[in-house]
């Protein structure tokens, strides 16, 4: 099963990401983790993506497709993955459908997480994350340690509100064309209200997730 996380900063897709790989028992990938994955190990697409990198350049879709294609292939994705940040484009979408038609595989779902602006500007201005793990925190100060590495909390600086309000349009003029892009292809793509206590976006989540594969 292959599971695609949409939807704003600040929506949520990484935790309940964590949450449903648990579920699931596959794994979730996300794009700077693979990414960083590839360049520390020195595999031939991290060697690729460094050259890019190095020249201060932006990684193409086709390297970061190409270092998604090896982690599908490995024995941990062979029952599926849960891709978070993956797809932030049309031309992104796109060019992993194709990728996984190589494979023999598909999407099987997209699910969109869905909170209103008004809200994701608190999550985001309340938020700190780790500068080791990059786990995110809310109610914490700036400072603390993380609780999973150590590390120290940070605000991120395109947590400011100006920064997040540039972000949300990023999305919108980016990303949330991807939502009408699969349904016109009749892809599987659920709303889920992302809002609310977290175990019950998980269950709304898992149930939508349920309900294609009866």
Request: glycine share 10%; net charge negative; aromatic share 2%.
């Amino acid at each position: 099963m292959i599971l695609v996380l949409l939807g704003p900063p600040g929506a949520g897709k990484g935790t309940q990401g964590e949450i449903l790989a648990e579920r699931l028992g596959i794994p979730k990938i996300a794009t700077g983790d693979v990414l960083r994955a590839a360049l520390r190990d020195g595999t031939e697409q991290g060697l690729a993506a460094k050259a890019y990198m190095d020249r201060g350049d932006l990684v193409p879709d086709a390297v970061i497709l190409g270092i998604m294609k090896d982690v599908l292939l490995s024995p941990a994705a062979e029952k599926g993955a849960i891709l978070d940040g993956v797809v932030r484009t049309v031309p992104q979408a796109e060019g992993l459908t194709i990728m996984l038609a190589e494979l023999g595989r598909k999407v099987d779902r997209f699910l969109l997480f869905d909170v209103p602006e008004e809200e994701l500007m608190q999550r985001l201005g309340g938020r700190v994350v780790c500068q080791g793990c990059q786990t995110p925190y809310k109610g914490l100060e700036p400072g603390t340690r993380c609780e999973k590495c150590g590390e120290t909390l940070v605000r991120r600086k395109d947590d400011e509100p100006e920064a997040i309000r540039n972000r949300l349009k990023v999305y919108e003029a980016q990303t949330a064309p991807v939502v009408e892009w699969a349904k016109e292809k009749k892809m599987n793509l659920h709303k889920i209200d992302a809002t609310g206590e977290l175990n019950e976006i998980t269950e709304r989540a898992m149930k939508a997730i349920e309900e294609h594969t009866k």
